[in-house]
T-cell receptor
Framework: GDSVTQMEGPVTLSEEAFLTINCTYT??????LFWYVQYPGEGLQLLLK?????DKGSNKGFEATYRKETTSFHLEKGSVQVSDSAVYFC???????????FGAGTTVTVRA | GAVVSQHPSWVICKSGTSVKIECRSL??????MFWYRQFPKQSLMLMAT?????????EQGVEKDKFLINHASLTLSTLTVTSAHPEDSSFYIC????????????FGDGTRLSIL
């Protein structure tokens, strides 16, 4: 079945540092890929997505590129802020489906 | 658009009581809703999928008699934790599928359940 493997945390960074969170997936077809963010005590918010190979999703300074050859969807941000402290989840869904498979989540803490 | 409201956000109750959590789609009709459970520092575990007007489909290992799910209308699904015990303490999150949306599910803000 489909699965998502995500870099384990926690990750602690200083403000303005570069952030990378690795995500790889296993799927039989060509899934859509997502990054969700969860702030403390809240539900999940969609951060960005990509639906086909070589697509780049971007939002709030975060980027991730759908790499079919490496089955990866790594999340990056060039200069993090304290407000980026959260848990980040990589996820996938099969085409035409609405069920999501989540990675384990990566806790990111940004210090001033 | 596509806002999902979950209520209550936090509940504390005594062991043995039943607790109901509501999940509402505020500005769209949700034919399908999902219930997740999240343990501290862990990912979301899908508990069940509910479709309006029919019985919920539970994931393997989830007790359907313990976690009662009702999806009586296109905008409301409820999860009732029956005879709750401390091991049921967790963060419960609902989500809903919205047609013509750019994402597969829209999530509520979750309910923190603490059983004493």
């Amino acid at each position: 079945g489909d699965s998502v493997t995500q870099m384990e945390g926690p990750v602690t960074l200083s403000e303005e540092a570069f952030l990378t969170i690795n995500c790889t997936y296993t799927a039989t077809g060509y899934p859509s890929l997502f990054w969700y963010v969860q702030y403390p005590g809240e539900g999940l918010q969609l951060l960005l997505k990509a639906t086909k190979a070589d697509d780049k999703g971007s939002n709030k300074g975060f980027e991730a590129t759908y790499r079919k050859e490496t089955t990866s969807f790594h999340l990056e941000k060039g200069s993090v802020q304290v407000s980026d402290s959260a848990v980040y989840f990589c996820a996938l869904s099969d085409p035409g489906d609405y069920k999501l498979s989540f990675g384990a989540g990566t806790t990111v803490t940004v210090r001033a | 658009g596509a806002v999902v409201s979950q209520h209550p956000s936090w509940v504390i109750c005594k062991s043995g009581t039943s607790v109901k959590i509501e999940c509402r789609s505020l500005d769209f009709q949700a034919t399908t809703m999902f219930w997740y459970r999240q343990f501290p520092k862990q990912s979301l575990m899908l508990m069940a999928t509910s479709n309006e007007g029919s019985k919920a489909t539970y994931e393997q290992g989830v007790e359907k008699d313990k976690f009662l799910i009702n999806h009586a209308s296109l905008t409301l699904s409820t999860l009732t934790v029956t005879s709750a015990h401390p091991e049921d303490s967790s963060f419960y999150i609902c989500s809903a599928r919205a047609k013509l949306s750019n994402q597969p599910q829209h999530f509520g803000d979750g309910t923190r359940l603490s059983i004493l």
